[in-house]
């Protein structure tokens, strides 16, 4: 019998993510699989296999360094929690951050990974109850929501999120957040193909780029 609490609940957590996690992937596989078989349409299979040779390798670097940068912010349970129900850097992320930081825990302690996991846990159900709202009330509120005036305010809550985010974390050690915001600028306007789309793949290189400046300015004893 085990007597450590913290490594008791993260087994508890370790279990109950893989049992999720992998009946969340037989379940989004099995829809497919039913609809193939209601419908007696099969899959194109040479289609498949060059659709997956053009486009499932970038998918498979983005899983690996996105499990590698994603979990130290996330911690265990609400890295789980994440990747079944996505939307991770736009949403699930900001959420475990501002939660982290107003109640000053790391993540990786037993108190970051209880604040973190609810965090995402309400940041999910929230988001279910506005997706929910937003089928239901979308018609009528259509003349609203294409309102010319609202608009402009729409297209900026993301950034508007975001920089709150940044200017708390860029103002605790700014000489750390010069290299990565000067190489996203530099990219995203210098890189037309750059966009809103490519968010998922640009966060953990802009990780990575960070951690490598970090050791090169922390050997030199700029910080």
Avoid at 73 to 83: D, E, I, T
Avoid at 116 to 143: D, E, F, R
Wanted: charged letters at 10%.
């Amino acid at each position: 019998m085990k007597n450590n609490k913290t490594l008791t609940y993260m087994d508890s957590v370790h279990r109950d993510g893989r049992i999720w996690n992998i009946s969340m992937m037989i379940l989004l596989l099995l829809f497919p699989v039913a609809v193939g078989i209601i419908f007696n349409a099969g899959p194109d299979w040479q289609g498949v296999g060059l659709g997956l040779v053009a486009t499932a390798p970038m998918y498979w670097a983005v899983g690996v360094v996105e499990v590698i940068t994603f979990i130290p912010m996330l911690g265990a349970g609400g890295s789980y929690l994440s990747f079944v129900t996505g939307n991770i850097s736009n949403l699930k992320l900001p959420c475990a951050i501002n939660a982290l930081e107003n109640a000053k825990v790391d993540a990786k302690s037993e108190e970051g990974e209880i604040i973190s996991t609810i965090a995402i846990s309400v940041s999910s159900i929230v988001t279910t109850v506005i997706i929910a709202l937003g089928v239901l009330l979308i018609v009528p509120l259509q003349p609203l929501l294409e309102s010319p005036v609202l608009k402009p305010a729409f297209d900026q809550m993301l950034p508007a999120l975001f920089g709150a985010l940044g200017v708390a974390l860029i103002s605790k050690n700014w000489k750390l957040a010069i290299a990565p915001v000067a190489l996203m600028l530099v990219l995203f306007i210098f890189v037309p193909a750059l966009d809103a789309g490519t968010v998922g793949i640009m966060v953990p290189v802009g990780v990575l780029f960070t951690i490598a400046v970090s050791r090169i300015l922390y050997k030199k004893g700029l910080i």
